[in-house]
């Protein structure tokens, strides 16, 4: 069993449409959680990040983290074809510094 | 400023060439990564330097050397590497500490291609 699961899709949604995003992890020792947005060719770049459990909200992207559960999700909002991305999931322990990844989900955002 | 710079874009060379991929950044970050990154697949950690010390080596085979000559620069010293070795290898950084939201912020990589 993989430490972090992700689905890889790809999702294909319409354009304005909310996106929901997830994964699922197996070790409770992970408490910094975070998702990158990676386009074709490019490197990851951060698009949020959450410490331990709740929500947090950017723009139309929000973040939310079930500890108890064990359970990620990011929502986007009024989707965009721009939004068309591999989007990863990454999360670390409180010591160190090894982000474990998820496989990413490729998202496209029809017009 | 965000910014972690990697040269060259593009990198293309032979089994027996010695090649380096260098990495910029000037956030203050005291941790810097290199990470490979075949496609359709997340990112492969290989090295992390924390305080210019080199704290974990996942592995990594000897063709592939690391250095952080200082606190902004990392490079990636290249030797007789193989075909498979083909990938986007991507450098990033963070900040380090207990209570410091460990956030590592990529560079757009570089792709290198063995022949």
């Known amino acids: 069993q993989k430490e972090v699961e992700q689905d890889p899709g790809p999702l294909s949604v319409p354009e304005g449409a909310i996106v929901s995003l997830n994964c699922t992890y197996s070790n409770s020792a992970f408490q910094y959680f975070m998702w990158y947005r990676q386009y074709s060719r490019k490197g990851p770049e951060l698009l949020m990040y959450?410490?331990?459990?709740g929500n947090k909200e950017d723009g139309r992207f929000t973040a939310q983290v079930d500890k108890s559960s064990k359970y990620i999700s990011l929502f986007i909002r009024d989707s965009q074809p721009s939004d068309s991305a591999t989007y990863l999931c990454a999360m670390s322990r409180e010591y160190g510094n090894k982000l474990v990844f998820g496989a990413g989900t490729i998202l496209r955002v029809k017009s | 400023d965000t910014e972690v710079t990697q040269t060259p874009k593009h990198l293309v060379m032979g089994m027996t060439n010695k090649k380096s991929l260098k990495c910029e950044q000037h956030m203050g970050h005291r941790a810097m990564y290199w990470y490979k990154q075949k496609a359709k697949k997340p990112p492969e950690l290989m090295f992390v330097?924390?305080?210019?010390?080199?704290?974990i080596n996942e592995s990594v085979p000897s063709r592939f050397s690391p250095e952080c000559p200082n606190s902004s620069l990392l490079n990636l010293h290249l030797h007789a590497l193989q075909p498979e070795d083909s990938a986007l290898y991507l450098c990033?950084?963070?900040?380090?500490?207990?209570?410091?939201?460990?956030?590592?912020?990529f560079g757009p990589g570089t792709r290198l291609l063995v022949l």
């Open positions: 330097y924390s305080y210019e010390k080199l704290s």
């Open positions: 959450t410490y331990s459990s």
């Open positions: 990033a950084s963070s900040q380090v500490g207990r209570q410091v939201q460990e956030t590592q912020y």
